[in-house]
């Protein structure tokens, strides 16, 4: 999802917030160097053995799709349009039967370990390069939309440089990627998911306190604001019903079927019977509760603005969450929602990193470059490849810029 990214308004940050978001960085790389220690092969840097159960690959699931941008940008439509914009998160049960009897038992049994490898199993080798173009400017043109997020985020709400933020962040990442590949990638999305949800209905939650109460936010919310369809057959010129096609034909097909790194996740179940419960657990629980997480703030305001309970009564609507944030949250809780939107950003890129690195590997380098060459010297590209997967991905913030 791309959109125009304004400066956003500055908070008046605490020095302990600060002190949460540096325990934070810490603690991601802690736990993603220590968990990687295991991996010994390309299966491992890649797939992490396949062993990881279903409720870990759940997570980890939730943890990349919702990216820097996410709260800023649907706390905007939830602010605009109210409750359906849910719909983007919780629309996404119709692809189940799609993706679990059709797609998941191909890649998984078929043990392809990229999306361009599948297109020349079925097609021709043409194929195959076109999809690895596609997906490899793809992938790395979303790390460095990501970066950019973030870096202008942290230069709007703390005043730190742009180009600072996104390369701490950057190398903090690739630190833990570039040591445990798949394996560090799962543990540090399991901590990061609990954050970013966790933050996102705790926001939600202070806005309804703040507010007296659900029965207030109710009554405060515009009648268009409470249904889950707002729009819905408009524009009545256009074959369309509203954001449901919009966002499931070109959102949610193109993450389940050909996001390179979400696949991988699947992939690296233990069984095809935990990734299938993965995907089920995925759409019917995680992801409502996503949705809460990155559309609350949007909604609480619309009924603390009619209630008067904001400050500040001109604003950008793409400001709500901010906005939100500073009404609701003590010192210190700024800076653990400040470490939310850092993980929901690492989380995407270490994803992406990982499938980068895997495309080149697997499409590029073992089959074309240098074939037949021992797992190890693979593994060393794989790890080489992560690294100018994050270089590229920091040499677009200028062009989003």
């Avoid at 934070?24 to 790389?29: D, K, P, S, T």
């Avoid at 990442?173 to 590949?181: I, R, T």
């Avoid at 970013?196 to 919310?221: D, E, T």
């Avoid at 003590?330 to 993980?343: C, E, K, Y």
């Amino acid at each position: 999802m791309f959109f125009v990214l304004t400066e956003l308004p500055r908070i008046n940050v605490q020095a302990v917030d600060y002190v949460v978001i540096a325990v934070y960085m810490l603690a991601i790389l802690f736990c993603g160097t220590w968990f990687g220690q295991s991996t010994k092969s390309t299966k491992d840097f890649f797939f992490g053995g396949q062993r990881f159960a279903w409720w870990l690959i759940a997570t980890s699931c939730i943890a990349t799709l919702v990216g820097s941008y996410s709260f800023i940008n649907y706390s905007e439509r939830g602010y605009m349009n109210g409750l359906s914009s849910a719909m983007n998160y919780t629309m996404d049960w119709y692809v189940m039967p799609l993706f679990l009897l059709i797609w998941l038992p191909i890649i998984y049994f078929t043990r392809v370990t990229s999306i361009p490898e599948y297109f020349e199993k079925r097609f021709d080798a043409k194929t195959r390069l076109a999809a690895l173009i596609i997906i490899l400017v793809y992938l790395i043109g979303y790390i460095g939309m990501n970066l950019y997020t973030i870096g202008v985020a942290a230069r709007g709400m703390l005043g730190v440089n742009i180009y600072l933020s996104a390369g701490i962040v950057t190398i903090i990442c690739l630190m833990y990627m570039y040591h445990g590949g798949q394996t560090s990638m799962m543990m540090a999305d399991l901590f990061q998911a609990g954050i970013l949800v966790f933050a996102g209905v705790l926001i939600f939650v202070l806005g309804i306190i703040s507010l007296g109460g659900f029965g207030n936010f109710w009554q405060h919310l515009p009648q268009s604001h409470q249904l889950p369809f707002s729009g819905f057959n408009a524009p009545k010129e256009y074959h369309t019903v509203g954001i449901f096609w919009d966002d499931a034909i070109t959102g949610t097909i193109a993450f389940y079927c050909m996001n390179q790194g979400v696949l991988m996740r699947f992939m690296s179940a233990r069984s095809a019977r935990d990734a299938s419960k993965a995907m089920l657990v995925v759409l019917l629980l995680m992801m409502p509760l996503a949705a809460i997480a990155v559309s609350g703030a949007g909604w609480v305001g619309k009924a603390m603005q009619d209630a008067g309970l904001l400050q500040q009564s001109n604003f950008e609507a793409r400001h709500i969450f901010v906005i939100v944030t500073n009404a609701v949250c003590l010192p210190g809780v700024f800076g653990f929602v400040m470490a939310a939107l850092i993980a929901a950003l690492m989380s995407t890129l270490d994803t992406y990193f990982n499938a980068v690195s895997a495309i080149t590997v697997n499409d590029i380098w073992r089959p074309v470059i240098k074939p037949g060459q021992p797992d190890q010297y693979y593994l060393k590209i794989a790890r080489y490849a992560v690294i100018a997967a994050s270089v590229l991905g920091f040499a677009l913030i200028p062009f989003y810029a």
